[in-house]
């Protein structure tokens, strides 16, 4: 049974848009020049990362955080960057008796924003607070550490089969990949999406029904 749903941040619960419009405009170019970039880096199977230096050789994204934050213009998001599903989704697992945590690869400001937004959940951790990021197994390991639930019982929730899936499944969690975002389109037809996902999903609202019906079949 699925007593534990964890969820991953950018594009998952985060839609990202605006926040890489505001790197384009930090790099001065284009926006729809630089997400152009962005997915072809992803379609080529790169670093994400790698887009930036596609603008600016030796770009270095910790570094340039800290001149963002010290011009002022420092990376944020809030309410209206949540996805829609978010908030009813979160309230509806945990009212089905479902321990409900958020874990991803971001920063400890991040985090502080997340946690500043109040959302229905047991948990919000980064990998700047565990001091490991995905897809490194043992940021999977911190969520089963974290997790009242075994890993079998725990569904890790992210739009990326790179990041979030296949080091989730490698770590014993069940796992449920949700098209959208970049990744999450432009990796839907990998064969693993469908071949080691336990389930996929177009919105979070859909995952309250689908784990009631996985719960019931595994009763």
């Given amino acids: 049974m699925i007593r534990a749903v964890v969820f991953d941040v950018g594009e998952c ?20 020049t630089f997400a152009a970039m962005f997915g072809a880096v992803i379609a080529q199977g790169r670093d994400y990362r790698e887009t930036f230096q596609e603008f600016r050789p030796g770009f270095d994204l910790t570094e340039e955080r800290e001149k963002r934050a010290a011009a002022g213009q420092p990376e944020w998001f809030g309410e209206d960057d ?24 971001q920063t400890v400001r991040a985090g502080g924003l997340l946690r500043g937004l109040d959302l229905p959940s ?44 296949r080091p989730a499944v490698q770590a014993g ?20 999406a469908d071949a080691i996902t336990t389930m996929r999903i177009d919105s979070l609202a859909e995952l309250p029904e689908k784990i009631a019906k996985f719960n019931a079949e595994g009763r």
């Fill in 13 to 32: 619960l985060v839609d990202e848009t605006r926040e890489y419009g505001t790197w384009a405009d930090w790099l001065g170019v284009p926006r729809h």
């Fill in 82 to 105: 949540l996805y829609p599903d978010v908030r009813p989704t979160l309230a509806a697992l945990r009212a089905a008796g479902l321990w409900v945590g958020i874990a991803g690869n």
């Fill in 173 to 192: 969690l069940l796992t449920a990949l949700i098209r959208r975002g970049p990744w999450g389109t432009i990796q839907q037809r990998d064969p693993d």
């Fill in 122 to 165: 047991d948990m919000i951790a980064t990998s700047d607070d565990w001091g490991v990021s995905k897809p490194d197994v043992k940021f999977f390991e911190s969520v089963i550490e974290a997790t009242p639930a075994e890993p079998g019982e725990i569904l890790y929730v992210g739009d990326r089969l790179d990041n979030d899936i």
